[in-house]
């Protein structure tokens, strides 16, 4: 049976990445420093190491019988990272690197890292594809792209040594929703928990601009489910223990998209809401449209969008209701 080292498996996506790797009949290890992960999410099966990217006595503890790593742990606020770009730096660079030698040092070859859409920066296509140009706009989208190149380097390294070094990157945007109460999106920073906690204070929600080319006037983004996104890395998981051809990079996208207006109406009808939601200015370099072509993911990482927006928001919805 195989292992699979999962760091960052106490935050919203890691978690269900680990049980949906445990649920494929793999073994799992979860390493989280609980900055901002939480014990409860790990899954029981999982063994657990509390520890730092940064603590190489830690992570060599944690790949102990790894057959790979997902790569999920990081700094993953791309607006805060404008604001503590040294700390976004050490957390999503520094640490891959240490994560790295370590694999090195104990002959681990395969991982699976979770990237970002945010690589692409504000593209000048509607539907963005993996040969799209990667202008990163922030400390953030920047490490998740300094951690690609790390990646591909390190399997040059490996191939001028004689030995093989095998890497995948999936890139995604918005993940919402829930694939049990146990497991939810706590960040402060992402829409759907940001516009349930506003109504849970009595707030109304915003839409920042309504005048943009798209359907119904406001931006349109990727949103895709987080089970679907776990159920990705477990493919590409498998991929690599088997050996089959593997895309260096993969987009996890919707090809279609959803209005800031189409998610925040959705909210509001998950909670019986009556609030219509307020209209403010643009926000400067916000974008009419970003959407992600999953066309080769579907075609390698069985990947597609198996819940409708509405489903995803109100699995979102149930899980928050959990909450403590």
Known sequence: MTRWLVTGGAGYIGAHVAQALIDSGREVTVIDSLSSGRREFVPEAARFVEGSLLDRDAVTRAL???????????????????????????????????LLEAMREAEVTEIVFS????VYGTPDVAQVTEATATTPESPYGESKL???????????RAE?????FSPVSLRYFNVIGSATGRIRDTSPHNVV?????????????????????????????????????ALAHVAAAE?????????????????????????????LKATD?????????????????????GTLAAR?????????????????????????
């Open 273 to 293: 809401s009556d609030q219509a939601p307020e209209v403010g200015p643009r926000r400067p370099g916000d974008p009419a449209s970003i959407v992600a072509d």
């Open 64 to 98: 102990e019988g790894a057959t790979g790593v997902i790569h999920l742990a990081g700094y993953k606020y791309a607006g805060e990272s404008v604001r503590h770009p040294l700390h976004t730096y050490t957390q999503n660079v520094t640490g891959t690197v240490e």
């Open 146 to 156: 300094i951690g690609e190149w790390m990646l591909w380097n390190e399997r040059r």
């Open 193 to 229: 928990p940001k516009v349930l906690a506003g109504l849970a204070a009595g707030r109304t929600p915003t839409i920042f601009g309504d005048d943009y080319a798209t359907p119904d006037g406001t931006n349109v983004r990727d949103y895709v489910h987080v089970q679907d996104v």
């Open 115 to 118: 990237s970002s859409a945010g």
């Open 300 to 324: 390698d990482l069985d990947w597609q969008m198996r819940y409708s927006i509405d489903e995803m928001i109100a699995s979102a919805v149930s899980a928050a209701g959990e909450r403590d």
């Open 239 to 267: 991929r690599l223990e088997s050996g089959q051809p593997i895309e260096s990079v993969y987009n996890l996208g919707s090809g279609a998209g959803s209005s800031t207006r189409e998610i925040i109406e959705a909210i």
């Open 160 to 164: 001028l040594e004689g030995g093989s």
